[in-house]
């Protein structure tokens, strides 16, 4: 069973930066297709990054230029770093977890809260 742990949110100004980390245990980090998903109160949650195993990566448009995704193989975490934040950004941020291969279900992570102040 895989779980993913987030850290790294918290309050910041806007204008400025953070970075998240989510951390994979349990299965083969490399053949999973990691994400960073965010929800805003009153919101849908929506995709902000994606990566795959083999690191290609895409953005939604609203960071795009601003955010950027990596995942360290041998320390089985996905990161993303966040710059230019800006109060639209503030939201619970999700790591999700699926294989490449679309079989099995998505993992999700508890959430890490990222609070935007202008």
């Known amino acids: 069973q895989v779980q993913l742990v987030e850290s790294g949110g918290g309050l910041v100004q806007a204008g400025g930066s953070l970075g998240l980390s989510c951390i994979f245990f349990g299965d083969t980090f490399s053949t999973y297709v990691m994400e960073w998903y965010r929800q805003a109160p009153g919101k849908e949650r929506e995709l902000v990054a994606s990566?795959?195993?083999?690191?290609?990566?895409s953005f939604a448009d609203s960071v795009k230029g601003r955010f950027t995704i990596s995942r360290d193989h041998l320390k089985k975490t996905v990161y993303l770093q966040m710059n230019g934040l800006m109060s639209e950004d503030s939201a619970i941020y999700y790591c999700k977890a699926y294989h490449y291969s679309r079989h099995g279900p998505d993992f999700w992570g508890r959430g890490t809260q990222v609070t935007i102040s202008s």
């Open positions: 990566i795959t195993p083999g690191s290609s990566s």
